[in-house]
Nanobody
Framework: QVQLVESGGGSVQAGGSLRLSCVAS????????MAWFRQAPGNEREFVAS????????NYADSVQGRFTISRDDSKNSVYLQMSSLKPEDTAAYYC???????????????????WGQGTQITVSS
């Protein structure tokens, strides 16, 4: 019954920008920390960014710090990832995830998240 649905993926030239969206249903969105992970072919799924349940805390992987911005809109049950200055190494399938833990900070661990979307592909060409 719980669903996370990502959108906004596609192809872009290096240096360009994209905005990903994730809409959640079947849960009380305001109680969940939200995160984005990504997985390139042959690699493990890795942490990208997260925002806590209140929106007061965000966390980013070193590889995207300063280029990506995560945000949430509880009125729309949505979390977003604004991606700028995209690089070919950003090419991956991007996944939205939800964590029920109601703490000031967020987790970077995959196994801490309760629900996952199906992913959306980002391809950055040089």
């Amino acid at each position: 019954q719980v669903q996370l649905v990502e959108s906004g993926g596609g192809s872009v030239q290096a240096g360009g920008s994209l905005r990903l969206s994730c809409v959640a249903s079947g849960l009380t969105f305001r109680n969940y920390a939200m995160a984005w992970f990504r997985q390139a072919p042959g690699n493990e799924r890795e942490f990208v960014a997260s925002v806590n349940w209140s929106g007061s805390y965000t966390n980013y992987a070193d590889s995207v710090q300063g280029r990506f911005t995560i945000s949430r809109d509880d009125s729309k049950n949505s979390v977003y990832l604004q991606m700028s200055s995209l690089k070919p190494e950003d090419t991956a399938a991007y996944y939205c995830a939800a964590d029920r833990a109601r703490t000031p900070e967020t987790s970077r661990r995959r196994d801490e998240y309760d629900y996952w979307g199906q992913g959306t592909q980002i391809t950055v060409s040089s």
